[in-house]
């Protein structure tokens, strides 16, 4: 019985990896060294789990003109773009950032912002992406 159960939760997972999909991301001339992915599956729900990691991705405040951090956005095909949180670098240049989204095709986009807080995008875009999944 041990057996079964395991075995239906290794077919549940490998199920999940093989439904996910991998979109490289876009950057700007204004951080002409970030590189990153986006990978997007399905969950249990029927929602799209959204995860972004960039590497080599310039502080915002180096950027011109300088912006105070950066912000994660999603926008659906005909919809405005949704504020999804903030962006935060490390000191390695380095930055993860995980959301969730009922979304199946839509843009993501990250901006330099004066404030995480912000309802419409007013900054420089540095990353985007298309995601169909």
């Known amino acids: 019985m041990k057996k079964q159960i395991l075995a239906l939760v290794a077919a549940v997972c490998l199920c999940g990896a093989l439904f996910a999909k991998k979109f490289p991301v876009t950057a700007s001339a204004s951080v002409p060294a970030a590189r990153g992915d986006v990978d997007v599956s399905s969950d249990s729900n ?3 789990k959204v995860k972004l990691k960039v590497e080599h991705l310039a502080d915002p405040s180096s950027l011109t003109p300088p912006g105070g951090t950066y912000v994660v956005w999603i926008q659906s095909r005909g919809g405005s773009p949704e504020n999804q949180g903030r962006l935060k670098i490390d000191k390695n240049l380095k930055a993860e950032f995980e959301t969730v989204t009922p979304y199946k095709t839509f843009q ?9 807080t912000v309802k419409m995008p007013t900054g420089m875009g540095v990353l985007s992406v298309s995601v169909q999944h």
């Open 46 to 48: 029927g929602n799209e």
């Open 108 to 116: 993501l986009m990250v901006t330099a912002e004066p404030d995480p």
